[in-house]
């Protein structure tokens, strides 16, 4: 399952987009690769994953689709170009015909089924996605989320200084006497604590009514220190699993950020970037606007009205 | 499991505290109740726990310790006193004779062994943490972790605004010809932009160094975050898991702060502060200073001195 362990680096680089599928609100990444696919949705309440391999995804293909007897090849573009808008949140559908409903299963599952045509003929798909390992959760969600929240602590105390810098200059300029031209230009002094308190007390209620979860400037953020991780990730010269860890490894930010990821050795060279915000930033723009394209990009190989042609070869 | 039902209610409002054993350095949450214990653990690349109830404790004392023929109640006070300094990061130690170790087994798991002495005679403990369950990390972590970046993310926005403001109200004083008494406290208009590559530039790097990953400023926000996610919770009439919400439930903050805890429908009336800060701080205090207190309070009931009078009542 190589495709499986390098669609780890590739979903780690792709932002949390918020999808909406049978009236179920999840925040999801999926990537599609040339005959594989990796899912991950969440509600916040849990996280389900599916890894299909081109092997298993020919196995269901022929198990919903009894007289389907193409190569993945030959549905796979079809697949990526019905379930990507869906799954990216794009809302788009390729066609009227193609139809995805969420299941939310009593074992803890969730099945998306898939309902399209191909080749004239109705073609079925069903992404069977079962609650992600911890690792998983913890690479794709805990460290990055630990990362986030320590950084913008930061900055929050950082514009805290040079808030009370502003009110010492401000200060200085009304003991030399200096006025304001308007009243309402005045600013009160700021005041970390009395700040943040009423900040808490105003916003924690607003932010009940706050969606998506994962805004634009998360994502950003999101981005960003994903793509310092596998910067330092790359650099590292061990790349094993948290049992491989040194015991004297210390679980500090450089670790949250960039520790190596536990059972995905797979290359990330070719999906990472500088720790430098810029290249974070065209990074996250790429990544956002590759989910589209990836699907349509693969149609001129493999076009989905080109199965027609050979309506034989696919169907029997 | 009454116990483990509530313990979870327990263990969200409590603080993640760095913990160092055997040179393995994580986070931890753990509760101890009057008979039963639940122990969270996190190395930010998997989390791990163990919920143990009053029977589970006592036929794991009989095991380990062939001779002990004492209830649950006579050795629990000591194996709260041994352990907790550890496993609340207090580092002190009860007494020099005790020991834990902790060993990353292959199989993913974490082992914990405590040697003691209890009546004078050598007392075994071990606490097996497997993987915890997708559900507890979004609940402990994830859910709470998202908010956090979220309010953050805000104050940033808001603090940028009241920047720009402070330099609005600059920009009028010297325009009206004030001047500084001093040079140096003259401030650079803030752009925000500029502001956040040059702090990201800056911070990523630093960040390296940064222990712990969970700093008190965070830890105060996470039990603000919690605190008024459980009263919320308090209000919520119906109480189920994920699967028996509404699909039309929006993962909005809401949810991400207060939706139901699936599989932990213990009450938490006692456990949740409302959603003020100084309530909410006062909570915190009480929480990070109630683990240590925890021990030694259930001390005068049971002392780890009183055994040795009834010997033959612990060991045969």
Redesign the interface.
């Known amino acids: 399952m190589d495709a499986c362990g390098a669609s780890h680096d590739a979903l780690l680089q792709l932002p949390w987009l918020p999808v909406s599928i ?6 999801a990444k999926s990537w599609f690769g040339d005959s594989a696919y990796h899912v991950l949705l ?6 389900w994953e599916e890894r299909m391999d081109s092997a298993a995804i020919q196995r269901r293909a022929q198990e919903l689709n009894k007289r389907l007897r193409a190569p993945v090849k030959a549905f796979f573009a079809h697949l990526c170009e019905v379930a990507q808008p869906t799954l990216t949140g794009s809302g788009g559908r390729p066609d009227s015909e193609s139809l995805i409903s969420l299941t ?1 299963r ?1 074992d ?1 599952n969730i099945s998306m089924k898939l309902k399209s045509e191909l080749a004239g003929l109705p073609f079925y798909w069903e992404f069977h996605c079962t ?5 998983v ?3 794709q ?3 990055p ?16 200084g ?2 009370m ?6 200060q ?11 009243e309402r ?3 009160d002094a ?1 005041e970390e604590q009395s700040h ?2 009423d ?3 105003k ?3 607003l ?9 634009a ?2 994502q950003h ?1 999101y981005a ?2 994903v793509a ?1 991780g596998n910067t ?1 990730k790359r650099k590292l010269s061990e790349g094993g ?3 491989e ?1 040194p ?11 960039a ?1 190596p990821v ?1 059972s995905e050795p797979g290359e990330t060279g070719e999906q990472s970037a500088n ?4 290249t974070a930033r065209a990074k996250m723009a790429d990544r956002a606007s590759e989910q589209q394209p990836r699907a349509t990009s693969s149609d001129p190989g493999r076009p989905s009205s080109k199965p027609k042609k050979k309506k034989v070869g696919l169907f029997r």
């Open positions: 049978s009236d179920c609100h999840l925040l969440t509600d916040t309440h849990s996280v939310r009593d803890g609650p992600a390992p911890v690792t959760v913890c690479v969600l805990v460290r989320l630990l990362a986030m929240s320590q950084l913008l602590q930061r900055q929050v105390e950082q514009l805290g040079l808030l810098r502003k009110d010492v200059e401000i200085d300029y009304r003991e030399n006497g200096a006025t304001l031209s308007r230009l005045q600013t700021f943040r308190e900040f808490m007390a916003t924690l209620p932010l009940q009514h706050d969606t998506p979860s994962f805004n400037d998360l953020l960003t220190i310092h330092r699993c948290v049992e860890e015991p004297t490894a210390e679980p500090d930010l450089p670790s949250t950020l520790g536990r720790g430098k915000l810029d």
